[in-house]
């Protein structure tokens, strides 16, 4: 069974650099043909694709984020980061981890999700 474990602080103030980290268990993030994927929930939206790193480490962002946000692995670790710089309040959400098939946008595993508050 996969799992994905998100980690990271749930606060962080206006400017700073949020970190986010998903630890998976029971399946390589180096597995053709996965996607390894960040989604975010803001209070009161829709689900938000943020960004993802595929099983070659090829990454990929939402538009609106490009410059501000960051995904990477550590195969050794066998998890992966989100990087989101110069966060505002309009970053507060839900941040998921999940695991993405090639042939199905919909991510087949979720991480429990992790609540991130951008607040002074």
């Known amino acids: 069974q996969v799992q994905l474990q998100e980690s990271g602080p749930g606060l962080v103030k206006p400017s700073q650099t949020l970190s986010l980290t998903c630890a998976v268990s029971?399946?390589?993030?180096?597995?053709?043909?996965?996607?390894w994927t960040w989604i975010r929930q803001p209070p009161g939206k829709e689900l938000e694709w943020v960004a993802s790193i595929s099983y070659g480490g090829n990454t990929y962002y939402r538009p609106s984020l490009t410059g501000r946000a960051s995904i990477s692995r550590d195969t050794s670790k066998n998890q992966f980061t989100l990087q989101l710089t110069g966060v505002t309040p309009e970053d507060t959400a839900v941040y998921y981890c999940?695991?993405?098939?090639?042939?199905?946008?919909?991510?087949?595993?979720w991480g429990q999700g992790t609540q991130v508050t951008v607040s002074s």
């Open positions: 029971g399946a390589s993030i180096t597995a053709s043909y996965f996607y």
């Open positions: 999940t695991r993405v098939d090639a042939v199905d946008p919909t991510p087949s595993f």
